[in-house]
């Protein structure tokens, strides 16, 4: 398996676009994890799903911030309207969940900077 | 999921054993210990997990107190390759288990 898979790798937009960051978690695994990383923030969870359903998004930052499962092997995190403080690098995740424990795999991230 | 204190850094030297430790004094009894690092601009990678017994794999070894209210990780040989911020998280196993960062620790390994 190529390991989870983020697109783009670099984003740069304009204050008030829309921007939606992909990914495709490992096949076969049933959790999903989106992050975002600042310097000041460090690693945030921001929504994590479990079959697809979302389980706990208490750390979207607001209204503008939109994530969506809509099958194993796809996730997207959309921003609309964007700004600048929406600068960071977001980080998708995912892992195989269930009685046991098993580690999350991340994918390298994309650079969103909002100008 | 039960919050873990770490110091913000420490170095070591090349080819040293690098000793990270970590608090979580209010750890469940169903909770486990995992710990990953981030290299500059990379995802972060898991390296080891345990319950109550020490853990060895190729990449570390982490020694767990009896009562389960520290940790430590332990990288035997440590290389420069090594330098990276190290995160000790503990979390329930399950299908709903959040894994949550906190501020983690920075490890300098020096030539």
């Known amino acids: 398996d190529a390991g989870v898979i983020q697109s783009p790798r670099h984003e740069v937009t304009e204050m008030g676009q829309e921007v939606t960051l992909r990914c495709k978690p490992i096949?076969?695994?049933?959790?999903l994890f989106w992050y975002r990383q600042t310097m000041m923030r460090g690693l945030e969870l921001l929504i994590y799903?479990?079959?697809?359903?979302?389980?706990?998004d208490s750390g979207m930052p607001e209204d503008r911030f939109s994530a969506k499962m809509p099958n194993a092997s796809f996730s997207t995190l959309k921003i609309q309207p964007s700004e600048p403080r929406d600068s960071a690098v977001y980080f998708c995740a995912s892992s195989l969940q269930g009685m046991g424990n098993t580690e999350a795999f991340f994918g390298q991230g994309t650079r969103l900077t909002v100008v | 999921d039960a919050k873990t204190t770490q110091p913000p850094s420490m170095d070591c030297a090349e080819g040293r054993a690098a000793n990270l430790p970590c608090n979580h004094s209010?750890?469940?009894?169903?909770?486990?210990v995992y710990w990953y690092r981030q290299i500059h601009s990379q995802g972060p990678q898991y390296i080891i997990h345990g319950l109550k017994n020490n853990e060895t794999n190729e990449m570390a070894s982490l020694i767990i107190t009896e009562d389960r209210k520290s940790s430590t990780l332990i990288l035997p040989h440590a290389t420069l390759r090594d330098t990276a911020v190290y995160y000790c998280i503990v979390r329930v196993t399950g299908a709903n288990s959040k894994l949550t960062f906190g501020k983690g620790i920075t490890l300098s390994v020096r030539p």
């Open positions: 209010t750890i469940s009894g169903n909770e486990y």
């Open positions: 096949s076969g695994h049933n959790s």
């Open positions: 799903f479990n079959n697809n359903v979302p389980i706990d």
